[in-house]
């Protein structure tokens, strides 16, 4: 399986910030990890024109469910790839959280994105209040209903991604994401069969430099989906760099 490092730029960039992204691709022509950027939605075309025939991809950050009209804001699945998108974040803690997205909106987009050719990713995690009270496996297991039943390794990828670790500086134990990416194989493979063998299931939440190589030593994490330490060329280099040598 080839791993995934993603960066999500979140609502952060303008036109200048693709200088990092030229920086990215100069230091890293042909990592042996696939390498993608989630820009806001305003960059990806341009993103997409300079990244193209380069080791890097680029992704949307969120799609609607409809494939086209009245939705004033909103992008569909087939703009974004229109635009050169490869992949989407679907269902981020922070979509969750700002525009109420239950598991069943997250299902809907998935189908979306899969009708558009495009790669979902699929965001997944615990709050701290839930991982508190020992239910951490429970959510896990009920957010699998956001994940169509007949999704392939070729169109999905899973981020988990423990809320209280997002933006944070603060990470689970390394035991902990081992725990829940076991569970998250078992119940993957229980969900869409034997293809989730090959799902990549990325860890998300204060990925950084420092801790990536441990993160990427843990059996199931097949890379990672990064927000902050995306946003500059060389600490996203060195966690590609550190997931090209796991
Ligand atoms: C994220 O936005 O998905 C994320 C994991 O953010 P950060 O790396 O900043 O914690």
């Given at each position: ?7 999500n730029?979140?609502?952060n960039?303008?036109?200048a ?8 691709i ?6 042996t990890c696939d390498?993608?950027?989630c ?8 993103l997409?024109?300079l990244?193209?025939g ?15 009209g009245?939705?004033?804001?909103d992008?569909a699945?087939?703009m ?6 490869t992949?989407?974040i679907?269902?981020h ?5 700002d525009?109420?997205?239950?598991d069943?909106?997250v299902?809907?987009k998935?189908?979306a994105?899969?009708a558009?050719g495009l790669?979902?990713?699929i ?5 701290e ?6 239910t951490?496996l ?6 699998m209903?956001s994940?169509p039943?007949?999704?392939?390794a070729q169109n999905?990828v ?5 809320v209280?670790a997002i933006?944070t500086g603060r990470?689970?134990t ?6 829940v ?8 493979t229980?969900?869409?069969?034997t293809?989730?063998?090959g799902v990549?299931l990325?860890?998300g ?6 801790n990536?190589?441990?993160i990427?030593?843990i059996?199931h994490?097949?890379?990672?989906l ?8 060389a600490?996203?280099?060195a ?5 090209s040598?796991?």
């Open positions: 399986m080839r791993k995934l490092a993603a960066g730029w979140k609502m960039g303008t036109a910030a693709l200088d990092e992204a030229r920086t990215l100069a230091a890293h022509p042909a990592p390498m993608l950027l820009p806001p939605a305003t960059l990806i075309a341009q997409s024109a990244a193209k380069t080791s890097l991809q680029v992704g949307g950050q969120d799609c609607h469910a409809a494939a086209s009245a939705h004033t804001g992008i699945a087939a974004l790839a229109d635009a050169g998108a992949h989407v679907l269902g803690s922070e979509r969750r959280a525009h109420g997205e239950s069943a909106d299902h809907a998935a189908l994105a899969r558009a790669i979902a990713i965001c997944i995690g615990e709050t209040a839930q991982r508190d009270a020992g951490t429970d959510v896990i297991a009920a957010q209903a994940v039943v007949d999704m392939t999905l899973i981020a988990y991604e423990p209280w933006g990470t689970p390394l035991d902990q994401i081992a725990e990416h076991a569970f998250l194989r078992t119940r993957l229980g969900r869409i069969g293809t989730a063998a990549r990325l860890y939440g204060s990925v950084k430099p420092s990536a190589a441990d990427f030593a059996p994490v097949d890379g990672a990064v927000g902050g330490a995306s946003l500059k060329a600490d996203f280099g966690i590609v760099a550190a997931l040598a796991a």
